[in-house]
């Protein structure tokens, strides 16, 4: 079992920075696949950005340069850091846990505005 809590959204203006965090708990956190998906309203929704339990990334191409996601399997942690954030940016950012043996686990999701 696995439980994902998001933190971090919020209001920033265009060219603005967030860093999102995603706190996991129970075990074997370090094996599963870990994303951030984001929905916008009439959307659907769409990987973000995904790293594996060796850290390989993968990014949606329109981040590419702007997001980085990043691990701490110490402390069973996740985060999304994105930098020079664009009005189409504005979305409910989930956390995801993937695993090919175990099912997968979502957050509640954080609101990321992006406007002036």
């Known amino acids: 079992q696995v439980q994902l809590v998001e933190s971090g959204g919020g209001l920033v203006q265009p060219g603005g920075s967030l860093r999102l965090s995603c706190a996991a708990s129970g075990s074997r956190f370090s094996i599963y696949v870990m994303s951030w998906y984001r929905q916008a309203p009439g959307k659907q929704r769409e990987l973000v950005a995904d790293?594996?339990?060796?850290?390989?990334?993968n990014y949606l191409n329109v981040v590419k340069g702007r997001f980085t996601i990043s691990r701490d399997n110490a402390k069973n942690m996740v985060y999304l850091q994105m930098n020079n954030l664009k009005p189409e940016d504005t979305a409910v950012y989930y956390c995801?846990?993937?695993?090919?043996?175990?099912?997968?686990?979502w957050g509640q999701g954080t609101q990321v505005t992006v406007s002036s």
């Open positions: 995801n846990a993937a695993h090919p043996l175990f099912r997968e686990y």
């Open positions: 790293i594996t339990d060796i850290g390989s990334t």
